[in-house]
């Protein structure tokens, strides 16, 4: 799967391109839409999962929560007296690190928009409206093509990966 | 709808990690 980005001036262009999507085999689960806040997006699918920051920094704070848990474990297991930090408390202090590190990022995290739309952020606030579908990889070329044959209001914008839970 | 169904799996993700740090937890004690 491959995540499409599309930038559309206007709620009717945004109808259109969306239904475009769905007639041509997008289920609306792999479609998102994202706008500035106050802007009425009803009856199109909204950023779900994709509109906070909680998944990208819940994976930043698992990963550097888990290296510095290790880090801290291998420290002390060098320097504490024999048999007072073994093999598996420098693993329990690395998982202990990865959780705490995760909770609090993430919960902190979802309190911002999403940092992986920051490039779209400037886009967003002048009224443009952020559309994305997940497509199969071998159909991207066939979606990029239809979308600047029949839409021409439409700009595409490129890439976006999913976003993956541990990085 | 989809919102709710994000937060909903953002609750799950937390509380999964809050009952692993708590089985965690729990084996430090029982380790010193």
Same mark, same amino acid.
């Given at each position: 799967?491959?995540?499409?980005?599309?930038?559309?001036?206007? &709620?009717?262009?945004? #109808?259109? $391109?969306?239904?475009?999507?769905?007639?041509?085999? @997008? =289920?609306?689960?792999? $479609? !998102?839409?994202?706008?500035?806040? /106050?802007?009425?997006?009803?009856?199109?699918?909204?950023?779900?999962?994709?509109?906070?920051?909680?998944?990208?920094? !819940?994976?930043?704070?698992? +990963?550097?929560?888990? %290296?510095?848990?290790?880090? $801290?474990?291998?420290?002390?297991?060098?320097?504490?007296?024999?048999?007072?930090?073994? /093999?598996?408390?420098?693993? &329990?202090?690395?998982?202990?690190?990865?959780?705490?590190?995760?909770?609090? +990022? /993430?919960? %902190?995290?979802?309190?911002?928009?999403?940092? #992986?739309?920051?490039?779209?952020?400037?886009? &967003? *606030?002048?009224?443009?409206?952020?559309?994305?579908?997940?497509?199969? +990889?071998?159909?991207?070329? #066939? !979606?990029?093509?239809?979308? =600047? *044959?029949? *839409?021409? /209001? @439409?700009?595409?914008?490129?890439? *976006?990966?999913?976003?993956?839970? &541990?990085? | 709808?989809?919102?709710?169904?994000?937060?909903?799996?953002?609750?799950?993700?937390?509380?999964?990690?809050?009952?692993?740090?708590?089985?965690?937890?729990?084996?430090?004690?029982?380790?010193?």
């Amino acid at each position: 799967m491959q995540r499409l980005c599309f930038l559309s001036p206007d &709620i009717e262009h945004t #109808r259109q $391109l969306v239904e475009d999507l769905k007639r041509n085999g @997008i =289920s609306e689960k792999h $479609l !998102y839409t994202v706008a500035r806040p /106050g802007m009425d997006l009803a009856g199109l699918p909204d950023a779900g999962s994709q509109a906070d920051d909680f998944l990208p920094s !819940y994976g930043r704070g698992f +990963t550097f929560g888990g %290296a510095a848990g290790l880090g $801290l474990g291998l420290l002390a297991r060098f320097m504490a007296p024999a048999g007072l930090a073994t /093999g598996g408390a420098v693993l &329990i202090a690395g998982l202990l690190g990865a959780g705490l590190g995760g909770l609090l +990022t /993430g919960m %902190a995290g979802s309190a911002f928009s999403n940092s #992986r739309l920051n490039k779209f952020q400037s886009a &967003i *606030e002048q009224g443009r409206i952020l559309v994305m579908a997940d497509v199969p +990889t071998e159909d991207v070329g #066939r !979606y990029e093509s239809l979308v =600047s *044959e029949f *839409e021409p /209001g @439409i700009q595409y914008a490129g890439f *976006e990966p999913p976003p993956r839970l &541990i990085p | 709808m989809r919102r709710e169904g994000a937060f909903f799996r953002n609750g799950l993700i937390i509380a999964g990690t809050l009952i692993g740090l708590i089985i965690l937890l729990v084996i430090v004690a029982k380790m010193i």
